[in-house]
């Protein structure tokens, strides 16, 4: 069955550095989405691409985030200046012409 | 979107049937209902959707009642790697060209116990 693939797994930074985050949607997919969750918090919507433009943002996807689709497989969530509070996991998802959207298993990012 | 209520938490017997309900009262007429688990820690998993007909794939069965303002998803054998947070979400259908998003609320924890 195919699936949205994310890396690293983990990744543990320092407050203040640049980090980004990879995805690989489902081939064919066309629209792209990321979430992230707080440990112990709700998932929460950040940002979803379509058509190489961002569709719809979330208060949360302020100027320290950016997402890109390089090529035509990956899909990145930069985040310039990383901060304590953004420490969470960010899940990848992706979504063909139906109605389902299909998330990856996440990034689990710790900021120091 | 229409909101959802669903309750906090839920138990279950491993090997009987888990019936999560959810109260969608104002959804409109081309919203769908969406069932999405956690297992802890891990992405969401999408389980079932439907509109007005009740559904049923090799995760679960969901009902919906025919006034649409509640659903029931229901694991028919319930195992121990069921228990994960369920989300029940409505949404209208995407449209080509939108790339309108699910919304998650804080779900029901279900337990199944051994």
């Known amino acids: 069955e195919p699936e949205v693939t994310q890396t690293p797994s983990h990744q543990v930074t320092q407050m203040g550095q640049e980090v980004i985050l990879r995805c690989v949607p489902i081939s064919n997919h066309l629209y792209f989405y990321w979430y992230r969750q707080i440990l112990g918090q709700k998932v929460e919507f950040l940002v979803s691409f379509y058509n190489n433009e961002i569709s719809e943002k979330s208060e949360i996807f302020d100027d320290q985030f950016s997402v890109e689709r390089p090529d035509g497989s990956n899909f990145t969530l930069k985040i310039r200046s990383t901060k304590l509070e953004d420490s969470a996991m960010y899940f990848c998802?992706?979504?063909?012409?139906?109605?389902?959207?299909?998330f990856g298993e996440g990034s689990w990012l710790t900021v120091v | 979107d229409a909101k959802t209520t669903q309750p906090p938490s839920m138990d279950c017997a491993e090997g009987r049937a888990a019936n999560l309900p959810c109260n969608h009262s104002?959804?409109?007429?081309?919203?769908?209902v969406y069932w999405y688990r956690q297992i802890h820690s891990q992405g969401p998993q999408y389980i079932i959707h439907g509109l007005k007909n009740n559904e049923t794939n090799e995760m679960a069965s969901l009902i919906i009642t025919e006034d649409r303002k509640s659903s029931t998803l229901i694991l028919p054998h319930a195992t121990l790697r069921d228990t994960a947070v369920y989300y029940c979400i409505v949404r209208g259908a995407f449209s080509s060209g939108s790339a309108r998003q699910l919304t998650f609320g804080s779900g029901t924890q279900l337990t199944v116990l051994p």
């Open positions: 998802a992706s979504r063909g012409a139906g109605n389902t959207i299909y």
């Open positions: 104002t959804i409109s007429g081309n919203e769908y």
